[in-house]
Structure formats: C-alpha cells, structure tokens
C-alpha cells in the first residue's frame, strides 16, 4: 500500500504570505495525484489534479507541482478563505489513499 | 450540474449493517468516464477511502474494509450504494458518495453533502 506523508501537520501563516505544502509519496505514484481543500463543516473541494492542472474554477493562486513521490501545493499569497485543511490523494493501479492532511491556520 | 446526495438511517447499532444510498442528479451514472465512491471522515479526523463502482459493476474497495463492504449501483434509478456489516463505534464518521474521474490520479470532483452516521447502542 502507498502511504502519503503530508508536512507540516500545521503551518501557520499571515494572509499575503506563500504557503508551500508538502506530500510524499512511499513509492512513486507517477503524476497520479490530487489536492483538495476542505473547510469545517464542507465536503472537500477538488484543487489540482494530476499533480499540476488546476481544478474547473479553482484562481490561479493555487499550483501543484512534482511527480514520483515528492508533490507541492503552493498558495502564492494566501486570501483569508485559503485557511482550511488540505489533504492530498493518490491513485495506484486500483487502490487510492488520501495523506492525513496539512491545517493552514492564520498567525 | 452534478449533484449527489446521501440517504439513510443516521443512527446504527454495534454490530449491525450501515446502509446508504446516493442519489446522483444532473448526469447519467452510466458514463463510462467517471466512478462512483464511498468516502468517509470520523469526527475530527482525516479522510478513508471505502471503494468505489463503475457503471458496469466493478469494483474496488479499502483492503482494511474489504470484508465488510458492498458497493452497488442501480443505473436504472441513477444511485449507488453501500452496505458496511458488523459495524462498531469505529465505523462513526460522515460519509460522503461522490463522483470521480476514470483516468489519471482518480480525482473526485462531485461530492455529496456528507451524512453523519453514529453507531450506538
């Protein structure tokens, strides 16, 4: 099973920072993988997806880049919407697996 | 637009089976592009991936949950579903259905609202 690391587990920004969020993968997962964000209470939304397209109406603040094991989600300059929990997804062969997520709390 | 929305008991007792069923509106569960999955989050938690459908019946589910779950769907009624046994308070969690995409990283792009689903006595 392909196990994904996501770090920090809290990043703690001010808006008009960068945010750079990190995934890993156990084995590499070619560019199989997806971000998604999720804000309390919501279900979660779909940001980028094969490592890099963004998502139908996602802003252009949000990019994915990486392949193999090692992925970035990275918010050019955070807008105070942007604090939530994202979580990162993979697919190998048949089986899919989500990281346990990275919280992006304002400081 | 895609619209999904769980239906079924909120409440389930220790050692009984959870029942669910998601309703999809707005696009035919049988297009060959998309699969149709059980997603769950305990309270507080991270997400777990349960398995998903295609419209022609195969299927994929979590290994740690493979002996405990079906999924299937009725294209007749454009609705899937998901039947989890021998539940415990472990299984406690809002379960979402969604929709996602047959081809590259299997993202998903349509979910349901989510429904919380208590096992207790």
């Known amino acids: 099973e392909i196990v994904l690391t996501q770090s920090p587990a809290t990043l703690s920004l001010s808006p008009g920072e960068r945010a750079t969020l990190s995934c890993r993968a156990s084995?590499?997962?070619?560019?199989?993988l997806a971000w998604y964000q999720q804000k309390p209470g919501q279900a979660p939304r779909l940001l980028i997806y094969?490592?890099?397209n963004r998502a139908t109406g996602i802003p252009a603040r949000f990019s994915g880049s990486g392949s193999g094991t090692d992925f970035t989600l990275t918010i050019s300059s955070l807008e105070p919407e942007d604090f939530a929990v994202y979580y990162c997804?993979?697919?190998?062969?048949?089986?899919?697996?989500f990281g346990q997520g990275t919280r992006l709390e304002i400081k | 637009q895609v619209q999904l929305q769980e239906s079924g008991p909120g409440l389930v007792k220790p050692s009984q089976t959870l029942s669910l069923t998601c309703t999809v509106s707005?696009?035919?569960?049988?297009?060959?592009?998309?699969?149709w999955s059980w997603i769950r989050q305990p309270p507080g938690k991270g997400l777990e991936w349960i398995g998903y459908i295609y419209y022609s019946g195969s299927t994929y589910y979590n290994p740690s949950l493979k002996s405990r779950v079906t999924i299937s769907v009725d294209t007749s009624k454009n609705q899937f579903s998901l039947k989890l046994s021998s539940v415990t308070a472990a299984d406690t969690a809002v379960y979402y259905c969604?929709?996602?995409?047959?081809?590259?990283?299997?993202?998903?792009?349509?979910w349901g609202q989510g429904t919380l689903v208590t096992v207790s006595s």
């Open positions: 094969d490592a890099s």
């Open positions: 969604a929709r996602g995409s047959y081809s590259g990283s299997y993202d998903v792009d349509y």
């Open positions: 707005g696009g035919s569960i049988s297009s060959g592009d998309y699969y």
């Open positions: 997804q993979q697919r190998s062969n048949w089986r899919v697996t």
């Open positions: 084995q590499s997962v070619s560019s199989y």
